[in-house]
C-alpha cells in the first residue's frame, strides 16, 4: 500500500449518490435530443456496460452529447438541494479528513455544483476540485490536475465508480479504487482489474490504514 497517499475522488456516483438522478435527467431529455429513454428492466444490465456501450445503446447521436451533457449540469444545479451524499460516507470522509490525509476531486460535473453540495452536506473539506467539460479523455484530465497541483502520480489513489476511471487511472499507471455503490456493477469493475474493490464507504479507511468503526 502506498504510505500516505493522496485520494482523488470522482463525484457523480462515487460521493454523490446521483445514479438515480443522473437516469431521470437523462430520460427527461430524451425526447428533445431524439435518444432512447432508460427503462427500468434494462437498468441492471447497463450498469454492466460502457459509456460508449449505453451510447449506443440508446442511439445518442454523437454530435449532441455536448448540447445534452452542458443541459444535465443544468438540471442537476436546480435540482442540488434534493441530492444526497452516499449512505455512511460523510463520516469516512471526516475521518480520513481528521487523519490529514489530503483529498481532491476530478468530475465532469460543474465546480459550481460540486462546492455547493459540499457545503449542503458540511463536505467542504477537500484540498482542491477539478471540473471537465468533458466526459471523454479522463486521463488526460486527471493528468492535468496533477500537473497543476505539484503530484506525484505515485502518490494517489484515484477513487471512481465507472470503468472509465479505472481505465483512466490506469493509462497514466495510477493506482485505482472502485467503489460498487456508484455507476457500474461490482462484476463489471472486477473484470477491468482495480488495484482496489471497495464494497463499502467504510473500507475507504483500508486504503490509509485506519480501521472501520465499530457498529
Known amino acids: 500500500m502506498i504510505k500516505a497517499p493522496i485520494l482523488i475522488f470522482d463525484f457523480d456516483g462515487t460521493i454523490a449518490d446521483t445514479h438515480h438522478y443522473i437516469v431521470e435527467i437523462s430520460n427527461r431529455l430524451c425526447a428533445e435530443f431524439n435518444y432512447a429513454r432508460n427503462l ?53 470522509l471526516t475521518r480520513i479528513k481528521e487523519a490529514g490525509i489530503k483529498t481532491g476531486i476530478l468530475s465532469s460535473n460543474a465546480k459550481d455544483n460540486i462546492t455547493r453540495f459540499l457545503k449542503n452536506h458540511h463536505l467542504d473539506i477537500f484540498d482542491f476540485i477539478q471540473s471537465t467539460s468533458s466526459i471523454w479523455g479522463k486521463h488526460i484530465c486527471l493528468n492535468k490536475l496533477l500537473s497543476q497541483n505539484q503530484i506525484d502520480r505515485n502518490d494517489i489513489i484515484y477513487i471512481g465508480d465507472e470503468l472509465r476511471d479505472i481505465d483512466a487511472a490506469k493509462k497514466l499507471g495510477v493506482k485505482v479504487a472502485a467503489v460498487t455503490w456508484g455507476y457500474n456493477s461490482a462484476a463489471a469493475l472486477q473484470k477491468l482489474n482495480p488495484d482496489y474493490l471497495i464494497q463499502t464507504p467504510a473500507d ?12
Open 204 to 215: 475507504l479507511l483500508g486504503l490509509i490504514g485506519l480501521t472501520a468503526p465499530s457498529s
Open 40 to 92: 427500468p428492466h434494462e437498468l441492471d444490465d447497463l450498469k454492466n456496460k460502457t459509456v460508449h456501450e449505453v451510447i449506443r445503446h440508446l442511439n445518442v447521436p454523437l454530435l449532441k452529447i455536448p448540447a445534452i451533457v452542458a443541459r444535465a449540469k443544468k438540471e442537476f444545479q436546480n435540482d442540488i438541494a434534493t441530492l444526497k451524499p452516499v449512505s455512511g460516507l460523510q463520516e469516512i
